[in-house]
């Protein structure tokens, strides 16, 4: 199920790709910003910094407990970026995301 709500706020997020189990770490590792935009729609690019990476949009939610967890990109490589994410949180997030994109995959 995937119980988060898109949110905008980004603030306090970093990369927390090390919660990451080694297989869900490979599931991340195969989503795409345009996987991303068609299951949950685009997103303008917040940050765009060439010589730093920055190039592709970011998708972040809300969990009800409060946490936030998004994926985003640097140098198109995606990496799982939180605030207050506990290592479960994480690994179902990235589980859920991909659930969901195969979902919309099956739609089309």
Not at 71 to 95: C, D, M, Q, T, Y
Request: proline residues 5%; aromatic residues 12%; contains cysteine.
């Amino acid at each position: 199920m995937f119980d988060y709500s898109p949110t905008n706020d980004n603030n306090g997020t970093h990369k927390v790709c090390h919660l990451l189990k080694d297989d869900v770490y490979a599931a991340l590792r195969d989503i795409t910003p345009e996987n991303l935009a068609k299951t949950f729609g685009e997103r303008e690019i917040g940050l765009y910094d060439y010589e730093r990476g920055y190039t592709d949009p970011e998708w972040y939610f809300t969990a009800p407990n409060g946490q936030v967890a998004g994926i985003g990109f640097r140098w198109g490589v995606p990496r799982l970026r939180g605030w207050n994410l506990s290592e479960e949180r994480a690994n179902n997030f990235i589980k859920a995301v991909c659930a969901m994109i195969s979902i919309a995959n099956s739609r089309s």
